[in-house]
Nanobody
Framework: QVQLVESGGGLVQAGGSLRLSCAAS????????MGWFRQAPGKEREFVAA????????YYKASMKGRFTISRDNAKNTVYLQMNSLKPEDTAVYYC??????????????WGQGTQVTVSS
């Protein structure tokens, strides 16, 4: 089992920044690709970004590349999502996820409980 706990969400004005954190416990953190997904009200959950085991390979939804940066610290069992130039349409619950495969997270084994991000105009 892997437990994922997100933090760092909140209310921010458009153009502002937030950094989300996801602390993992349980199995070997470095053996999981870590990702962020989000779900806005009335919409399906969508992929945001992911980072492979070593932290070198990163994947982004095209519309977020350049504004969002994912990183991980395997010594701290933590993955981060730095979000800059936030827009009202970025408002959603953001979920941390763990995939056992090194690469794009096609299959998710574990989810966090989510953290709310609200961007005001």
């Amino acid at each position: 089992q892997v437990q994922l706990v997100e933090s760092g969400g909140g209310l921010v004005q458009a153009g502002g920044s937030l950094r989300l954190s996801c602390a993992a416990s349980g199995r070997t953190f470095s053996n999981y690709t870590m990702g962020w997904f989000r779900q806005a009200p009335g919409k399906e959950r969508e992929f945001v970004a992911a980072v492979g085991w070593s932290g070198l390979n990163k994947y982004y939804k095209a519309s977020m590349k350049g504004r969002f940066t994912i990183s991980r610290d395997n010594a701290k069992n933590t993955v981060y999502l730095q979000m800059n130039s936030l827009k009202p349409e970025d408002t959603a619950v953001y979920y941390c996820a763990a995939s056992p495969h090194d690469g794009y997270p096609h299959a998710i084994d574990y989810w966090g409980q989510g953290t709310q991000v609200t961007v005001s105009s």
